[in-house]
């Protein structure tokens, strides 16, 4: 990994602690959730607060997320809402924590101006020690307080003003009188600056989960299903109508058209199609090349074209389902016949604009684990775990061309491939014109373009 830190892609803008105050106050709320202190003088955190190096001393990356099912975190400042979140369990929890410091951000700049800020990401569920637990999660509850207690006592505090101008006899109180002012000695005036921290709800209705080997959880669309990374009968019995894995690529097109969640790079409004497929390709070709050991040099495309004039007949079926689909959007050439179980079908789709883009992406990225740039965008974990296992050389080339084409525009290079941020593009776009037909049709389902092939039973999955 050390390419990847070395370049930023790898535990980049981390948030630096190494003042003393800062360290104190961070061991202070680590104390707090874990019982636990670090010896370490310096480190960085993600947005929850999460420090690899600590990890590595207690040698636990979970030291803050027990069972992987209730995120906790520490907030030493709000800058943590640009910095990554790592060791994700479920894809919402970016998500949630960014929105809690945002909708709260000038509370709780005032709160960690003077103490650290600790909290839990509650779910419904204290364990998942069972694929049918994942389907009892359906909101996440944010609670967060300083060490201190500052906004616990600041509510005490209102409640004990409230009382003290209620009651007629209020001032002769002692007792009451001096509660109020050992408090306002803590959280200072709370009638001029209130101290507000409430909990926030999260409906957790469609995610994906690190859990039992990688889980999608589709509950809030048309049609409900629960997409498995591994042999879909491991889930055992779940609540949901459709169970499926990778592997069911028919059934997962299927289920993509009808809920109209994916669509075509070439139907896709603002993108540049042609552009997007050949990187596409010089992907696949890296991939290729570096399990037949051919070298490809500096991976440039005029080494890589090199390389696919080698391979000729031997060009996986991606590239030339790609290769073929350039050549409509470019040059008019016949339609392409790539229906779902065609190896470039997922190759040609994106998630459509809305609240599940991003989840169905995560998905796509794992059909279409070529494309390294998609899956180092929307699937850091699955990158990661992928990376680990690539040649010296693969690594290399991934790195630099994410360092040199991708680090220098992050945000341009996401809408460029996958459109605005959901929300903001929501407008009905006209169906593509249908390509040329071929002389005998296939049978199944239209997709969003070309055929999607009618899934078969025995194949596996349940309907």
Avoid: C
């Avoid at 400042?77 to 369990?89: E, S, V, W, Y």
């Avoid at 204290?126 to 509850?141: E, H, M, N």
């Avoid at 010089?282 to 080494?303: H, Q």
């Avoid at 016949?337 to 190896?343: D, R």
Wanted: proline content about 5%; cysteine-free.
């Amino acid at each position: 990994m050390k390419r990847l830190i070395q370049r930023g892609l790898m535990f980049g803008n981390l948030i630096e602690v190494s003042s003393p105050a800062l360290v104190e106050r961070y061991n202070r709320a680590l104390k707090h959730l874990t019982g636990k202190t670090t010896k370490l003088d310096d480190f960085h955190i993600d947005l929850s607060g999460y420090s690899p190096e600590i990890g590595d001393e207690f040698n636990d990356d979970l030291y803050l997320n027990p069972n992987g099912a209730n995120r906790q975190f520490i907030l030493l400042t709000t800058a943590q809402k640009d910095a990554p979140l790592l060791n994700i369990k479920f894809s919402t929890s970016r998500g949630i924590l960014t929105q809690f410091i945002e909708t709260n951000e000038a509370q709780l700049f005032a709160l960690t101006a003077r103490d650290a800020v600790a909290g839990e990401l509650q779910n419904s569920v204290y364990s998942v020690d069972t694929p049918a637990k994942l389907f009892d999660i359906r909101q996440v509850t944010v609670e967060a307080d300083t060490i201190g207690g500052h906004v616990a006592d600041a509510g005490r505090l209102a409640k004990l003003i409230d009382r003290f101008r209620q009651e007629p006899d209020g001032w002769r109180d002692d007792v009451l009188v001096a509660e109020m002012i050992g408090l306002a000695k803590k959280t200072g005036d709370v009638t001029r600056v209130p101290i507000a921290l409430p909990a926030m709800t999260f409906e957790q209705q469609n995610f994906w989960t690190s859990h039992f080997g990688g889980v999608y959880i589709f509950r809030d669309v048309r049609f409900p299903a629960a997409i498995s990374s591994l042999d879909w009968r491991s889930l055992g019995e779940v609540p949901m109508p459709q169970v499926m894995d990778l592997t069911h690529r028919n059934q997962i097109a299927d289920w993509l058209e009808r809920n109209q969640l994916a669509e075509p790079i070439v139907q896709a409004r603002g993108m540049d199609a042609a552009a997007v497929l050949r990187q596409k390709m010089d992907f696949i070709l890296i991939d290729a090349a570096d399990r037949l050991g051919i070298e490809v040099g500096d991976a440039r495309r005029t080494e890589l074209r090199k390389v696919a004039y080698r391979l000729g007949s031997s060009l996986p079926e991606e590239f030339l389902g790609l290769a073929a689909l350039l050549r409509w959007v470019e040059a008019g050439g016949p339609w392409p016949k790539i229906n779902s179980e065609h190896p470039a079908y997922f190759y040609t789709l994106r998630g459509k604009a809305g609240p599940n883009r991003d989840l169905v992406n995560m998905l796509l990225s794992e059909l279409a684990p070529m494309d390294v740039r998609q899956m180092f965008i929307v699937h850091k974990e699955l990158f990661y775990a992928q990376y680990a296992t690539w040649s010296e050389s693969k690594k290399t080339h991934v790195a630099d061309f994410l360092a040199r084409e991708y680090q220098v525009d992050r945000e341009g290079a996401r809408t460029a491939l996958f459109g605005p941020e959901p929300g903001m593009d929501e407008l009905h776009r006209p169906q593509m014109t249908e390509g040329p037909k071929s002389a005998r049709p296939l049978k199944g389902v239209a997709g969003p373009w070309g055929q999607v092939q009618r899934p078969r039973d025995e194949r596996g999955g349940r309907r």
